[in-house]
Structures are given as structure tokens and as C-alpha cells.
């Protein structure tokens, strides 16, 4: 009983740090034959010293999920900020630690040097197996000067089975359509189309026609109803402060954050997953456009 209560509360942790940290978007990607892909986009909103570590995202491997002793690479970008420069080189660590006994597993430490375009890329070979039920915590620490506030990273951990397999796998940045600096922003009429309408503009929730909590998310309306208006739960925050996930009301009803009023949404769920919240949180990122 003492060992599952651990396991669930060290599940939990890792959800929590999945929200804590995902500023921008993560994703998870196991369709490679040969390499499992941890992906991650976020910026500092402080800065980052030099020799300081910080926690950037934790993975949960559930129980159908083994790693052997593989390579970890190391792969991704940093986007210069507005003022300063980039450091010469970040160290990357991943800890491996078994969820029902706290015990590390694994860990591997890859330093990699940051050249002029802003990428880097490096790799090492675990040297002991992971067991399922685990977590993958991941930190980075800047070398040669700090991480500047409004850092972007686009980092890619991917474990591959075999060195020769290393040069086989997508380069991290090929998916991107903004140079590099992360996922392309989430447009609105995207968030429309596979959340707001099907999902939030229903009989009895956000239609016009019951405008619950006094909020309409059809769309042509959702824009004007959300965007720097207040709630009407809790009319310290906005529905949607631009640029601001953590302030917006609608982020902390889909999370179901302590400081609500009312029922976590959708109301009785099934709740939305981190990858669906995080669309929600590239749009307010990238400045709530009317896009």
C-alpha cells in the first residue's frame, strides 16, 4: 500500500512538472523503429547563471515501456533574445529515477557547444538499463556566460538503440516553420476548429444559446469574448491575457488549478491532455492573435 501511495504521488509530480515547465508545447513521439523522441519547446521568463541548474521538463515511461542501455542524444536550438547574447556551450542532464522506490536508475551528463546559428548536438551511451514505471528528469545549465530571459530552446532527447542508428533519425529542427525557434505558434482559428466549436461551443456549455459563466466560444465570437476580458469567476484574472498563459483564467479552468471557482473544464470531463492545453498555451504565448 505504502509503495503504490509513493508511485502515485511521484506520477502526479511528474504531470505537475509537465505543466510547471511546458511553456510552449512538448511532444512525445515513439513512432521511430529504432529511437523514442522527448521533444520540448519553451523560453526563460528569468534568466539563467551561468553554472545554474535548472529543471526544464520530466518524462513518465508507464509500464509497457523498457529502455536498454542506449544512446541519449542531445539535439535542438537556442533563439538569441532581444538583448544579450547566447552562452558557449549548455550541459544537458538526464536522470532516470525508479517511481516506486525514488532510487536513480541512470544518469547521463552531454555537454554541447553552441555554434554561431544557435544549434547544438551531442550524445553519450547510457551505461545501465531503465526500468519500466520510471521518469526521465531533464535540466540544462548554461556555460560561458547566463541564459538570457526570453531564450527560446527547442530541445530534442531522443534515445536510439544503437550508435550507427544516431544518423538515421529527423534532425530536430526539420519539423519547424519558424526558423528553428520552436513549433510554428498556434493560430486561433486552429484552436476554433479542434477545440473551442467541437468541444466548447456545445448545447449547454459556450453556445450563444446557454453561455455558461456568461461566455460564448462559437465561432466569430470567441476572440472578443476571451481576449483581455476579465472573468466573471474571478475578475482579478482574464479569460485570456495575451502573453501571459499563467494569468489567463481559461488556462487555470482546463488545468483545474487550486485558485478556481466552479468545476475544472469540461465540466465532468474527460479533461483535456497537456498536448491540447499546450495549444492553447502557444497561442496566448505568441500574443493571443485574432489569427
Known amino acids: 500500500m505504502r509503495n503504490s501511495t509513493r508511485t502515485a504521488h511521484r506520477t502526479a509530480a ?38 545554474e541548474t535548472r529543471l526544464v521538463h520530466s518524462w513518465f515511461f508507464p509500464s509497457a515501456i523498457k529502455v536498454r542501455k542506449r ?14 547574447g547566447l552562452p ?38 547510457l551505461k545501465k538499463n531503465i526500468s519500466a514505471n520510471s521518469l526521465m528528469m531533464v535540466t540544462i545549465e548554461p556555460g ?10 527547442a530541445l530534442c532527447v531522443d534515445l536510439v ?54 461566455l460564448v466560444l462559437e465561432a466569430g465570437r470567441s476572440f472578443g469574448e476571451t481576449v483581455n476580458v476579465a472573468s466573471s469567476q474571478l475578475p482579478e484574472f482574464d479569460i485570456i491575457e495575451p502573453g501571459d498563459p499563467e494569468r489567463s483564467y481559461m488556462v487555470k479552468k482546463l488545468r483545474g488549478d487550486d485558485d478556481i471557482n466552479g468545476e475544472r473544464m469540461p465540466e465532468g470531463g474527460p479533461f483535456l491532455s497537456d498536448e491540447v492545453i499546450a495549444q492553447v498555451f502557444s497561442w496566448i504565448n505568441a500574443g493571443a492573435l485574432d489569427n
Open 161 to 214: 538503440e544503437s550508435k550507427k542508428d544516431l544518423g538515421t533519425i529527423p534532425d530536430c529542427l526539420e519539423s519547424d516553420d519558424n526558423g528553428g525557434d520552436g513549433p510554428e505558434a498556434v493560430t486561433l482559428t486552429q484552436l476554433q476548429t479542434s477545440l473551442f466549436t467541437p468541444t466548447c461551443a456545445v448545447a449547454g456549455c459556450h453556445s450563444a444559446a446557454t453561455a455558461r459563466a456568461g
Open 88 to 125: 558557449a556551450e549548455v550541459t544537458v542532464v538526464a536522470r532516470f529515477e525508479d517511481v516506486d522506490s525514488g532510487k536513480q536508475q541512470a544518469r547521463v551528463s552531454i555537454k554541447a557547444r553552441i555554434e554561431q546559428d544557435g544549434t547544438f548536438s551531442a550524445r553519450k551511451k
Open 71 to 84: 544512446w541519449v542524444r542531445i539535439s535542438g536550438r537556442l533563439s538569441e533574445p532581444a538583448e544579450g
Open 14 to 51: 511528474a504531470v505537475i512538472f509537465s505543466v510547471l515547465f511546458l511553456i510552449q508545447g512538448c511532444a512525445l513521439d515513439f513512432s521511430g523503429d529504432n529511437f523514442q523522441r522527448f521533444r520540448i519547446f519553451f523560453k526563460l521568463t528569468e534568466t539563467l547563471a551561468e553554472g
Open 144 to 153: 560561458g556566460s547566463d541564459l538570457e530571459a526570453n531564450t527560446g530552446l
